[in-house]
């Protein structure tokens, strides 16, 4: 492990986030100090269970004697992992990982439930040594993805889908190249090799794969892993709800068939478009955080319409808009009550931010976004279809990579 390294992994071990808050948080507090020899029987007590330590080279007793290890070692008051794959000079392939899941006695009922709102996030910092493509024979047909040397976390769900997030990795690497085995069961995601901090939204990136269910499903096996000669270590996995507490997502959908967005707080109404209408109704994320109830005094109901004559839904937090169009236009707008409480302009919390509302009177329709990026990409892209009508309302923004950025095809 080279100074860079280790100097960043100093400033990683401060970075510790409440357990209390978390669905599910390794961050191998429970584990002991030392050095781990992969075998068929070693396993590492963490917080969250027992990792199972596995390589190739132990597998194979033609391989000779294992060079890989795991370790937990002591960093800035923390504990770290640690595993380093080193070149065992042999045909055998050098890979060595730990692995959580329910093995016979160990980890019994292990699930982690994946939701549209589900959130990973974690620390990470490696570096192979010449990396480059698959040299061993095992490798080269690549049985086990990711191909090529890289540093990769992955996880399968219930139904054998495997996620896999490729941290370090050869500079020939190509994502999600076809693997026969594997099909369309397994997809890569590909990130900085030195952002350091890792944030995703777990249900989004699992819907890149094509053969995911998300209905009952959840993680079944999470596996860190060395391919190929380097050392990577891993620190604070945390699998939890987002948003701010006492929130709830608000999901955004979009319907190629209709060309209209919805938002809906209703997590069984989410689910239930993306279980019943596939292909009528497309999930696009986090929209933003909103209240459930007016738990908050400076909240407000945001009220929901339909028009059968438009097929376009209609969002207010104006208490006389919503009367107009109750009493002015029953016949093209129907009340459907309360969507969610958010906060009216000049009552927002300073952590809030403003939703945007835009009108389009050749389509019928309206916009909402919190994205400024969006707002000001519908403004100058499409001025001529689309009428800026100022702040809708203020909620609370989503991580930034909780929100999949929309097709502005989508908007013309």
């Given at each position: 492990?080279?100074?860079?390294?280790?100097?960043?992994?100093c400033?990683?071990?401060?970075?510790?986030?409440?357990?209390?808050?978390?669905?599910?948080?390794?961050?191998?507090?429970?584990?002991?100090?030392?050095?781990y020899?992969?075998?068929?029987?070693?396993?590492?007590?963490?917080?969250?269970?027992?990792?199972?330590?596995?390589?190739?080279?132990?597998?194979?007793?033609?391989?000779?004697?294992?060079?890989?290890?795991?370790?937990?070692?002591?960093?800035?008051?923390?504990?770290?992992?640690?595993?380093?794959?080193?070149?065992?000079?042999?045909?055998?392939?050098?890979?060595?990982?730990?692995?959580?899941?329910?093995?016979?006695?160990?980890?019994?009922?292990?699930?982690?439930?994946?939701?549209?709102?589900?959130?990973?996030?974690?620390?990470?910092?490696?570096?192979?040594?010449?990396?480059?493509?698959?040299?061993?024979v095992?490798?080269?047909?690549?049985?086990?993805?990711?191909?090529?040397?890289?540093?990769?976390?992955?996880?399968?769900?219930?139904h054998?889908?495997?996620?896999?997030?490729?941290?370090?990795r050869?500079?020939?690497?190509?994502?999600?190249?076809?693997?026969?085995?594997?099909?369309?069961?397994?997809?890569?995601?590909?990130?900085?090799?030195?952002?350091?901090?890792?944030?995703?939204?777990?249900?989004?990136?699992?819907?890149?794969?094509?053969?995911?269910?998300?209905?009952?499903?959840?993680?079944?096996?999470?596996?860190?892993?060395?391919?190929?000669?380097?050392?990577?270590?891993?620190?604070?996995?945390?699998?939890?709800?987002?948003?701010?507490?006492?929130?709830?997502?608000?999901?955004?959908f979009?319907?190629?068939?209709?060309h209209?967005?919805?938002?809906?707080?209703?997590?069984?109404?989410?689910?239930?478009?993306?279980?019943?209408?596939?292909?009528?109704?497309?999930?696009e994320?986090?929209?933003?955080?909103?209240?459930?109830?007016?738990?908050?005094?400076?909240?407000?109901?945001?009220?929901?319409?339909?028009?059968?004559?438009?097929?376009?839904?209609?969002?207010?937090?104006?208490?006389?808009?919503?009367?107009?169009?109750?009493?002015?236009?029953?016949?093209v707008?129907?009340?459907?009550?309360?969507?969610?409480?958010?906060?009216?302009?000049?009552?927002?919390?300073?952590?809030?931010?403003?939703?945007?509302?835009?009108?389009?009177?050749?389509?019928?329709?309206?916009?909402?976004?919190?994205?400024?990026?969006?707002?000001?990409?519908v403004?100058?892209?499409?001025?001529?279809?689309?009428?800026?009508?100022?702040?809708?309302?203020?909620?609370?923004?989503?991580?930034?990579?909780?929100?999949?950025?929309?097709?502005?095809?989508?908007?013309?």
């Open positions: 492990m080279n100074a860079r390294i280790h100097l960043v992994l400033i990683v071990a401060t970075l510790s986030v409440s357990a209390s808050a978390a669905d599910f948080q390794e961050s191998w507090e429970n584990a002991v100090v030392g050095v020899a992969p075998s068929t029987g070693t396993f590492i007590e963490g917080d969250e269970g027992e990792w199972l330590v596995e390589d190739e080279v132990s597998r194979n007793a033609a391989c000779g004697p294992t060079p890989q290890r795991a370790e937990i070692f002591q960093l800035d008051g923390h504990k770290v992992l640690q595993l380093t794959s080193n070149d065992s000079n042999s045909e055998c392939s050098d890979i060595v990982s730990v692995k959580l899941a329910e093995f016979d006695s160990q980890n019994r009922g292990f699930a982690i439930p994946i939701t549209t709102n589900t959130i990973i996030s974690f620390e990470e910092v490696g570096e192979l040594t010449e990396p480059g493509p698959p040299g061993t095992l490798n080269r047909t690549c049985l086990n993805p990711p191909c090529f040397d890289n540093v990769s976390l992955l996880l399968t769900d219930n054998g889908n495997t996620l896999a997030y490729v941290l370090q050869s500079p020939k690497a190509v994502p999600n190249v076809t693997n026969r085995n594997r099909a369309d069961t397994f997809r890569e995601v590909f990130l900085d090799p030195d952002a350091v901090n890792y944030r995703r939204n777990l249900f989004e990136d699992f819907q890149t794969i094509p053969a995911f269910r998300p209905t009952g499903a959840n993680i079944r096996t999470i596996e860190f892993r060395v391919d190929e000669h380097g050392s990577a270590m891993i620190d604070n996995l945390i699998i939890e709800s987002a948003g701010p507490v006492g929130t709830v997502p608000v999901f955004r979009w319907s190629p068939v209709l209209t967005h919805f938002f809906t707080a209703d997590a069984a109404e989410a689910q239930g478009l993306m279980d019943r209408f596939p292909g009528i109704w497309d999930m994320g986090i929209a933003f955080f909103a209240l459930p109830s007016a738990s908050n005094p400076n909240a407000r109901p945001v009220f929901r319409f339909w028009s059968p004559v438009l097929s376009a839904h209609f969002y207010t937090i104006d208490e006389a808009e919503r009367d107009k169009l109750i009493n002015n236009f029953p016949d707008w129907t009340f459907e009550g309360i969507a969610f409480f958010a906060f009216p302009e000049g009552l927002q919390p300073s952590d809030s931010s403003p939703v945007f509302r835009f009108r389009s009177d050749p389509l019928g329709d309206h916009f909402y976004t919190i994205s400024r990026a969006e707002r000001d990409k403004l100058i892209l499409y001025p001529t279809i689309w009428t800026f009508e100022g702040i809708a309302w203020f909620a609370f923004p989503p991580a930034p990579s909780d929100f999949a950025a929309m097709n502005l095809a989508h908007m013309k």
